[in-house]
């Protein structure tokens, strides 16, 4: 009998990472640059000039991937979630009685 080799995959419970992109921000891309296509047809339809739409659309795509590698690079893969989380927190909480602090033992 000969020996068995088998591999081992180690990305098991890893994100997705696609060249920089991490989680979520791989499906942002993707619907941004659906956007852009259906942007460029409108503005085609419309009658405007081929260029002015290339031109148009090459800049808000690049705005799109810069802005897209900004938040994967300062967020990671949850930070953007838990800074959306984070709002909803309050920054004060305010108690006019003490009664909140004390609990009554039922026996």
Known sequence: MGNSV????????KSIEFKGLKAQYI?????????LLIVFAIMYIIGINSL????????????????LYA???TYGEYGMM???ARRSV???IKSK????FFTKIKM
């Open 82 to 84: 838990k800074k959306l």
């Open 6 to 13: 088998y591999l081992v995959n180690k990305g098991i419970n």
């Open 90 to 92: 309050p920054k004060v």
């Open 27 to 35: 499906w942002y891309f993707g619907g941004g640059i659906t956007v």
């Open 52 to 67: 002015i739409c290339i031109a148009i659309i090459l800049i808000a795509g690049t705005i799109l991937v810069i802005k």
């Open 71 to 73: 938040l994967s690079n």
């Open 97 to 100: 009685s003490r009664s909140a």
